[in-house]
């Protein structure tokens, strides 16, 4: 029975992502965001002027990668799961704040392939990836130029509940 309950989860989680535009507008969800030129995704460990960050290394696996989503006017604002901090946009570097009245809101788009942009919106700054310090790269806003670096997947967050 479990067997059939998580073959069915994985099918809709696959259908999911085919439409994930239409999800996401639809509501609040979780996600992980990975960037395509590092194969790993962001993350947040404090609070405060501490940026946002993607590891060079391999330590994918923890909830200070997932991240709420929660649909507002004109895009959405991104909480952490682990530390409760939202992403807020300071000058342009992006950290997190404790105060869901201070996050910055953002706007996610398709951007092919598989691949998006989050920016903010109305303006040509999206997410890019710094080139690594100490193996991680700070994730900052900066004019958009179609690198990798700019772009990422994003990965469902379910939760499975077995009775």
Same mark, same amino acid.
């Given at each position: 029975?479990?067997?059939? !309950?998580?073959?069915?989860? =994985? ?6 992502? +085919? /439409?994930?535009?239409?999800?996401? *507008?639809?509501? &609040?969800? %979780? +996600? !992980? ?7 790993? %995704?962001?993350? %947040?460990?404090?609070?405060?002027? #501490? ?6 290394? *391999?330590?994918?696996? =923890?909830?200070?990668?997932?991240? &709420? ?8 604002? @991104? ?9 807020? $946009? ?16 953002? $706007? @996610? %788009?398709?951007?092919? #392939?598989?691949?998006?942009? @989050? ?10 990836? /710094?080139?690594?310090?100490?193996? /991680?790269? *700070?994730?900052?806003? =900066? ?5 990798? +670096? ?7 967050? &379910? ?5």
């Amino acid at each position: 029975m479990l067997c059939n !309950k998580l073959l069915v989860l =994985s099918s809709l989680f696959l259908a999911t992502l +085919a /439409q994930l535009p239409r999800e996401v *507008a639809s509501g &609040d969800q %979780s +996600a !992980k965001f990975v960037n395509k030129h590092s194969d790993s %995704s962001v993350r %947040s460990y404090t609070l405060g002027t #501490e940026n946002i960050f993607v590891p060079f290394v *391999a330590v994918n696996g =923890s909830e200070h990668e997932e991240w &709420d989503l929660s649909k507002t006017q004109g895009g959405y604002t @991104i909480e952490n799961v682990a530390t409760g901090g939202f992403i807020k $946009a300071e000058d342009k570097r992006l950290v997190t704040t404790e105060s869901d009245g201070d996050a910055t809101t953002f $706007a @996610i %788009s398709t951007a092919g #392939e598989g691949s998006y942009v @989050i920016k903010l919106p109305y303006e040509d700054l999206v997410w890019t990836v /710094q080139d690594p310090v100490n193996y /991680q790269g *700070a994730v900052i806003l =900066s004019p958009s130029v179609g690198s990798d +670096a700019q772009l990422w997947y994003l990965d469902k967050v &379910d939760e499975c509940y077995v009775d």
